[in-house]
């Protein structure tokens, strides 16, 4: 088996990125582009380049970027509204027709479940099979590993044709032995070898199976293949950091780039002192960050680990009255709780338990991305929480905007480039992503800085998002107007490989 040579570090210089931005001295007169963005205010997160130029799009790429007028098949206007990389969304579990149809709409033209993942990686997203609109893919799912290993499960993700995964049987709640544990590595060797972005790692909802050993084993695994782990850590009681240290340790030990997913989530009020060690790990060599969502509650399974084995009103500081039931949006009560857990084991639930002080407090982090989090979504009868639909007009509208969190590059930085240069660790499909540059991939979302917000809301979250007036994926619009286009779909499946960019499933 060959391991593959990966870089040492995501802040990787492009050959792409050392040519500046000096305005073509030429007035463009003979070539023709596929598309022309005139007008728009470029923003580019790598070079800080931040102008009114026009752009040439050929084949997917950028191919101009210039002062001067530029001819093209397709002319959009971009006048008054901002050009910007497309939002990579590195943390969703709705690969689906409903949800890549918002998405788009929120500005995201990458779509990755990293945090869970799935085995085989190939099969990842089945309702994008026949073409997707925005680009996709997964890490190796350790949990669907350990459910073929222990259960002989072939599901390979939260759901399939065939309906939910269950929350019940041994993967969740058993400890695995020795030669299980060796099972799992051959698969997980595999499901990188197949092109799995990393290994997602659910941790916390299996908090009391997964031993020191077998964790162990898929750091050590990772470490092969020199590509990132995402971790949801173990919760403890609110703001114990003993589940981010036990990361740390591993990722110091093994050398491997770690995403600790939604921070804020997990540390609650300890937000300063888990982001505290994460820097000092770093200052000692380690390459470890984080990402946060912009709405406060949390979203997951009525049947996770956390609310039935442990004491979850105590761990989240919150009661039954705090929780929504996400088919229906009603708000709950003991009776009606304990009463949906045990005939909708496979359903949702919201529980409001963030502080927006929290969440001021991680964006404040240089590093700090932002991602959704959506949960699946199938019909617009059945309601999920609003991430799905207003992640990134709520960001840049509410905390970018409003309430001036950070400048607009700086947002823009968090949700275009940090994701593309972390994933670059995992695929080199990801060295032309997140930049406006020439050469890079003509992945771009246009938008009005001063409406741009979300509409979508709890209880109410299938609004799409205001002030996004374009979005193009490969160089092809599938949002015009804020209104989405259907039977477009340049969207590809990405694998981790760097030998080959793109493989279009």
Same mark, same amino acid.
């Given at each position: 088996? /060959?391991?593959?040579k990966?870089?040492?570090?995501? $802040?990787?210089?492009?050959?792409?990125?050392?040519?500046?931005?000096?305005?073509?001295?030429?007035?463009?007169? &003979?070539?023709?582009?596929?598309? %022309?963005?005139?007008?728009?205010?470029?923003?580019?997160?790598?070079?800080?380049?931040?102008?009114?130029?026009n752009?040439?799009?050929? #084949?997917? !790429?950028?191919?101009?970027?210039?002062t001067?007028?530029l001819?093209?098949?397709?002319?959009?206007?971009?006048?008054?509204?901002v050009?910007?990389?497309?939002?990579?969304?590195?943390?969703?579990?709705?690969?689906?027709?409903?949800?890549?149809?918002?998405?788009?709409?929120?500005?995201?033209?990458?779509q990755?479940?990293?945090?869970?993942? &799935? +085995?085989?990686?190939t099969?990842?997203?089945?309702q994008? !099979?026949a073409?997707?609109?925005?680009?996709?893919?997964?890490?190796?799912?350790?949990?669907?590993?350990?459910?073929?290993?222990?259960d @002989?499960? $072939?599901?390979? +993700? =939260?759901?399939?044709?065939?309906?939910?995964?269950?929350l019940?049987?041994?993967?969740?709640? #058993?400890? *695995?032995?020795?030669?299980?544990v060796?099972?799992?590595?051959?698969?997980?060797?595999n499901?990188?070898?197949?092109?799995g972005?990393?290994i997602?790692?659910?941790?916390?909802?299996m908090?009391? *199976?997964v031993?020191?050993?077998?964790?162990?084993?898929?750091?050590?695994?990772?470490?092969?293949?020199?590509t990132?782990v995402?971790?949801?850590?173990?919760?403890?009681?609110?703001?114990?950091?003993?589940?981010?240290?036990?990361v740390?340790?591993?990722?110091e030990?093994?050398?491997?780039?770690?995403?600790?997913?939604?921070?804020?989530?997990?540390?609650?009020?300890?937000?300063g002192?888990?982001? &505290?060690?994460?820097? *000092?790990?770093? /200052?000692?060599?380690?390459?470890?960050?984080?990402?946060?969502?912009?709405?406060?509650a949390?979203? $997951?399974?009525i049947?996770?680990?956390?609310?039935?084995?442990?004491?979850?009103?105590?761990?989240?500081?919150?009661?039954?009255?705090?929780?929504?039931? %996400?088919?229906?949006?009603?708000?709950?009560?003991?009776?009606?709780?304990?009463?949906?857990?045990?005939? =909708?084991?496979?359903?949702s639930i919201?529980?409001?338990y963030?502080?927006?002080?929290?969440?001021?407090?991680?964006l404040?982090?240089?590093?700090?991305?932002?991602?959704?989090?959506?949960?699946? /979504?199938?019909?617009?009868?059945?309601?999920t929480?609003p991430?799905?639909?207003?992640?990134?007009?709520? =960001?840049?509208?509410?905390?970018?905007?409003?309430?001036?969190?950070?400048?607009?590059m700086?947002g823009?930085?968090?949700?275009?480039?940090?994701?593309a #240069?972390?994933?670059s660790?995992? &695929?080199s499909?990801?060295?032309?992503?997140g930049?406006?540059?020439?050469?890079?991939?003509?992945?771009?979302?246009? =938008?009005?800085p001063?409406?741009? /917000?979300?509409?979508?809301? +709890?209880?109410?979250?299938?609004?799409?998002?205001?002030?996004?007036?374009?979005?193009?994926?490969?160089?092809?619009?599938? %949002?015009?107007d804020?209104a #989405?286009?259907?039977?477009?779909?340049?969207?590809?499946?990405?694998l981790?490989?760097?030998?080959n960019?793109? $493989? @279009?499933?």
């Amino acid at each position: 088996m /060959a391991i593959r040579k990966t870089i040492q570090t995501y $802040t990787v210089a492009l050959t792409f990125a050392l040519v500046p931005f000096a305005p073509q001295a030429r007035t463009i007169t &003979s070539e023709v582009f596929d598309t %022309v963005i005139a007008g728009g205010r470029v923003m580019d997160p790598e070079t800080n380049y931040d102008a009114i130029a026009n752009i040439g799009i050929r #084949q997917g !790429k950028i191919a101009r970027i210039s002062t001067d007028r530029l001819k093209g098949n397709r002319h959009i206007d971009a006048t008054g509204l901002v050009v910007s990389p497309g939002f990579i969304d590195i943390h969703s579990h709705t690969p689906t027709r409903l949800g890549e149809h918002l998405s788009v709409l929120d500005g995201i033209t990458t779509q990755l479940d990293l945090e869970a993942g &799935s +085995y085989p990686p190939t099969d990842y997203g089945y309702q994008y !099979k026949a073409g997707a609109q925005l680009h996709y893919g997964s890490s190796v799912g350790h949990f669907a590993i350990r459910g073929l290993v222990m259960d @002989n499960s $072939t599901q390979g +993700y =939260f759901f399939s044709e065939d309906g939910f995964i269950s929350l019940g049987g041994s993967m969740w709640s #058993q400890t *695995a032995t020795p030669a299980q544990v060796n099972e799992m590595r051959k698969h997980l060797r595999n499901g990188l070898e197949l092109g799995g972005l990393g290994i997602g790692v659910l941790l916390d909802y299996m908090t009391e *199976a997964v031993t020191e050993s077998e964790l162990s084993m898929i750091f050590e695994t990772a470490a092969e293949y020199d590509t990132p782990v995402y971790v949801h850590v173990r919760r403890g009681m609110p703001g114990d950091p003993t589940g981010l240290d036990e990361v740390i340790a591993l990722a110091e030990a093994h050398k491997v780039a770690t995403m600790i997913c939604h921070i804020t989530h997990s540390a609650m009020g300890g937000i300063g002192i888990w982001l &505290s060690k994460i820097d *000092a790990a770093n /200052a000692r060599g380690a390459r470890i960050t984080t990402e946060t969502l912009s709405y406060l509650a949390g979203g $997951t399974s009525i049947a996770a680990d956390v609310f039935v084995n442990r004491d979850w009103r105590t761990i989240f500081d919150i009661d039954y009255e705090d929780v929504q039931w %996400v088919p229906t949006g009603e708000w709950l009560d003991e009776e009606r709780f304990l009463r949906y857990q045990r005939e =909708f084991p496979t359903s949702s639930i919201n529980h409001h338990y963030v502080k927006e002080e929290w969440l001021l407090e991680a964006l404040k982090w240089p590093g700090m991305m932002v991602s959704t989090d959506a949960l699946p /979504a199938f019909d617009l009868e059945v309601k999920t929480n609003p991430n799905i639909a207003g992640t990134y007009a709520h =960001f840049l509208g509410r905390y970018v905007r409003d309430l001036e969190v950070m400048p607009l590059m700086d947002g823009l930085r968090r949700i275009t480039l940090l994701p593309a #240069q972390w994933l670059s660790q995992a &695929s080199s499909a990801f060295e032309k992503k997140g930049r406006i540059q020439r050469g890079a991939d003509a992945d771009l979302v246009i =938008f009005d800085p001063e409406t741009i /917000a979300a509409r979508a809301q +709890y209880g109410d979250p299938y609004q799409p998002s205001i002030g996004i007036s374009h979005v193009l994926v490969a160089g092809r619009p599938v %949002v015009v107007d804020g209104a #989405q286009v259907e039977g477009r779909y340049p969207g590809q499946h990405l694998l981790g490989s760097r030998d080959n960019e793109l $493989t @279009n499933q």
